[in-house]
């Protein structure tokens, strides 16, 4: 099974997606193991919100949007899943701006840039490749 993990898909697009995913993936752990670390960098104007409570909800999400995104990377073609995925992106995105300019928890460029560049990233490029990908 790890072999099959670590496999890499064809194609630009969807590696990646892959390693958005093994980032995921990471963060997810990070999240776990460290709860009160990386998060509180990211929302490093507000660093009193991040608990461990947060951190392991932000885990929940980022599992998901892991494994969302893995199956993407290997399914490009199933319609549903690439929506989901880029949809996936959206939410990261629109979450990261209203941080940083609604809430102002984010301050930018910070820890939290890798992220969002990575979302802008996909949202776009799926948008380009869909026909490539979509039938």
Known sequence: MLGTLLTLPAGGLPKFIWLSAAFSAF??????VAPLGMT??????????VTPLTSHVFAAWTALSAVLRYQCAFNMGNELVYDITFWSYVIASAHFTSEIVAFKTVKMPGAA????????????????DRDVYIH
């Open 40 to 49: 509180r960098k990211i929302y490093s104007q507000q660093p009193e919100q």
């Open 27 to 32: 963060n997810t752990i990070q999240c776990l």
């Open 113 to 128: 840039i890798s992220t969002f560049c990575v979302a802008i990233t996909s949202i776009l490029w799926m948008i380009h």
